[in-house]
Structures are given as C-alpha cells and as structure tokens.
C-alpha cells in the first residue's frame, strides 16, 4: 500500500515549472522536490490547501492511494 504522489503530473497539465510553484505557494524548492519525488513522509493540510488553489485541482488529483496486490492486511 502506498500514497502515489502526482504533483509532476498536475504541474505538467497547468504548464507550471517547480519554479513558478514555489513562488506561488511559498515553499522552497528542495520541500516542492522532495514532495513532487513521492519522498516526503507528511503534508500539511494547510500547504495541500495552497498548491490545490495555485493549480486549481483537488486533492486527489495530487494524492493517489494504491493498493499492493499482494497484502490485503488492515490497520
């Protein structure tokens, strides 16, 4: 199971460089990077909130839930 994230994709369909979203969002490059790589661990509400209304989209347009076929384990 894992979170897939897809801020490349996103970025890509609004024609927007990871440049142009750090300005427009407030965060540094390096958090943008780690986050758009699927490398960090968290995000808050707050700065999903921003990058959502800087590219029009909703959350899940960033954020996908993918299930591993071989686990079926709950939590």
Do not use: H, W
Not at 6 to 14: I, Q, Y
Not at 17 to 28: D, F, I, Y
């Amino acid at each position: 199971m894992a979170i897939v994230v897809n801020l490349d994709v996103v970025m890509a369909k609004r024609k927007m460089s990871l440049n142009e979203l750090s300005e427009k969002v407030g965060l540094t490059l390096s958090n943008l990077s780690i986050l758009k790589t699927g490398k960090a661990k968290a995000i808050r509400f707050s700065t999903l909130e921003t990058i959502c209304i800087v590219l029009d989209c909703q959350p899940g347009d960033i954020l996908e839930y993918v299930k591993d076929k071989k686990t079926t384990t709950t939590r």
